[in-house]
């Protein structure tokens, strides 16, 4: 059974100074233990560690080079949200423009569209309570139902689908069956070819946009899952083969924004995401490029130019 007491704030401290971690500034570190959790920080200062059973730390282990970790993961999460936000809200408008022309405003509720009928009943229930939610809250979700009082149906898709998260649009795009034409011509114009590969781009991000979204640690973690990557991208891509990630690196965080570049260049061309994401790197020199998968030069493909 589960025996562990929780130890003071001091405690704390002294605990990690026993086991080697150099805390020059126990006043600071005091404050930064009082508003980031103990559990928390040693995510960061797990691989200081040089035995991980007994947790005692590498020679020249430093409280401020954790904090310094935590910082740029931090600063890595903001950067990431902001360029997700993006490509989140253009999926949206391609989605809601295409199919609205090509089926009707209310498309997302035909169950004739979709290729996975169980996973499209439960992505309406998740879109009936994210509508739901906002019928109180959202202004235009309020007015809609106060002056169509008598229509039972969703609200069309151009406000209904303003309300749905990422996860559940990405799922939407996913499922659509090959027949709709839409689901190419979405891809078309985000670079990605065909239905093929989108799908799997989309449900990474999806992904990523939650861990920034919960706060959650992106740096030196292992993500799940897999994307396809076209074997002849028509965008600017990476043209070095060595510096192309590989199957067995899809679970670092450099694919999954090389992809995030990749749509954002469709959308924003002149976006400044190699820029202020080079930055951070100098910011932080202490951070180990390789604990996010980055390829040597990676700032001087075509595809981060």
Known sequence: MFSKKPITIQQQIAQLQKRGLQISNVPLAEKYLANISYYRLGEYWYV????????????????????????FDAELRLLLFDVIEKIEISLRTKLIYNLSHEIDPWWFCNSEIFIDRLQFTRTLAKIEEEITRARSKDITIKNHF?????DLRFPPSWKCLEQVSFGNL????????????????????????????????LQSIAQIRNFCAHHSRLWNRNLPGTVKLLPKPPNPWITDIDNVPKQHEFSKLYVHMCLMKYLLNTIQPNNQFTTRLNDLFIKYPNVDPNALGMKLNWQKEPLWQ
């Open 48 to 71: 200081m560690q040089e035995d991980k059973e007994n947790h005692t730390f590498k020679p020249n282990s430093r409280f401020k080079d954790v904090i310094a970790l935590y910082n």
């Open 146 to 150: 106060k002056k169509h009082k008598d």
């Open 170 to 201: 990405s799922k939407l795009y996913g499922n659509l069956t090959h027949k709709v034409n839409s689901k190419d011509s979405i891809a078309q114009e985000f670079g990605a070819v065909n239905h093929t590969y989108l799908p799997s781009w």
